[in-house]
C-alpha cells in the first residue's frame, strides 16, 4: 500500500522560504518510471502543480514559479523536499504531495498523480 | 505553457441524470488527460487516465473520451457520493489542472 505524508510548518512570514517534507512508503524513489510531484491548492480555488521529481533525479518545475521552487529527493530516508522561497499570503494554500508512476497504456507511456498525501495547510502571514 | 478550460465551472444534477463536464486544452495534447474528483476537505483522487481509461475501483458509471484538444468526463447516472469538484489534468507538457466543476445537488 501506497502511502504519503506532507509534514512542514503551517506559518510562515513574508519573504520567508518554506520548506516541506513528503515522506512516503510503499514504493521506492530509486525503482524506475517513479516520480514524486507537488501540488497546492489556496482556499476555495483550483489545484496547481509546482513540481515532480523522478527517479532518474529528473525534476520539473511549475514555469510560473520561476526559480522560486526547488524539489530534492533523499532516497534513504524515502522523503521528497519542496523549497519556495520569498513566501507571499498569495501562497497561502494546502501543499499535496502525490505519488506517481509511468505506465504504458494502449503501446505509449502515461502519467497521473495517485495517491495523494492528505494535504498540509500552510499560511503565510505576519 | 498548455491551459485547461473546463466547462461548466459549477453544475446542478438530481441523483440519476447524466452529467457531462467538458476540458478543452489551449493546445493538442494527444491524450494524456486525466480526471481527478475531490471532495470537501479530501485530496484528490483520479478517476480517469490516459483520457479513457478507469481507473481500478472507479464505477463503470464513470467514463472519459476526446482526443487532441477536447475532452469529456461522462456520469451515466448521479448517485449520491459523486457530488463533489472534478478536475481535468494534462500531463502531455508537464502538467497543467483545469479550474474544477463543482457537481451539486438539485
Known amino acids: 500500500q501506497i502511502t504519503l505524508k506532507e509534514s512542514g510548518p503551517t506559518l510562515v512570514k513574508p519573504t520567508q522560504t518554506l520548506t516541506l517534507t513528503c515522506t512516503f512508503s510503499?514504493?521506492?524513489?530509486?525503482?524506475?518510471?517513479?516520480?514524486v510531484g507537488w501540488i497546492r491548492q489556496a482556499p476555495g480555488k483550483a489545484l496547481e502543480w509546482l513540481a515532480v521529481?523522478?527517479?532518474?533525479?529528473?525534476?520539473r518545475y511549475n514555469p510560473s514559479l520561476g526559480t522560486r521552487l526547488t524539489i530534492t529527493k533523499d532516497t534513504s530516508k524515502n522523503q521528497v523536499v519542496l523549497t519556495m522561497t520569498n513566501m507571499d499570503p498569495v501562497d497561502t494554500a494546502t501543499y499535496y504531495c502525490?505519488?506517481?508512476?509511468?505506465?504504458?497504456?494502449?503501446?505509449?507511456?502515461?502519467?497521473?498523480?495517485?495517491?495523494w498525501g492528505q494535504g498540509t495547510l500552510v499560511t503565510v502571514s505576519s | 505553457d498548455i491551459q485547461m478550460t473546463q466547462s461548466p465551472s459549477s453544475l446542478s444534477a438530481s441523483v440519476g441524470d447524466r452529467v457531462t463536464i467538458t476540458c478543452r486544452a489551449s493546445?493538442?495534447?494527444?491524450?494524456?488527460l486525466n480526471w481527478y474528483q475531490q471532495k470537501p476537505g479530501k485530496a484528490p483522487k483520479v478517476l480517469i487516465y490516459?483520457?479513457?481509461t478507469l481507473q481500478s475501483g472507479v464505477p463503470s458509471r464513470f467514463s472519459g473520451s476526446g482526443s487532441r484538444t477536447d475532452f469529456t468526463l461522462t456520469i451515466s447516472s448521479v448517485q449520491p457520493e459523486d457530488f463533489a469538484t472534478y478536475y481535468c489534468?494534462?500531463?502531455?507538457?508537464?502538467?497543467?489542472f483545469g479550474q474544477g466543476t463543482k457537481l451539486e445537488i438539485k
Open positions: 502525490a505519488h506517481r508512476l509511468i505506465t504504458m497504456v494502449r503501446g505509449a507511456k502515461f502519467y497521473w498523480f495517485d495517491p
Open positions: 510503499g514504493f521506492s524513489l530509486t525503482t524506475s518510471g517513479v516520480g
Open positions: 521529481i523522478y527517479w532518474d533525479d529528473d525534476k
Open positions: 493546445q493538442t495534447i494527444g491524450n494524456y
Open positions: 490516459a483520457t479513457s
Open positions: 489534468q494534462q500531463s502531455y507538457n508537464s502538467d497543467t
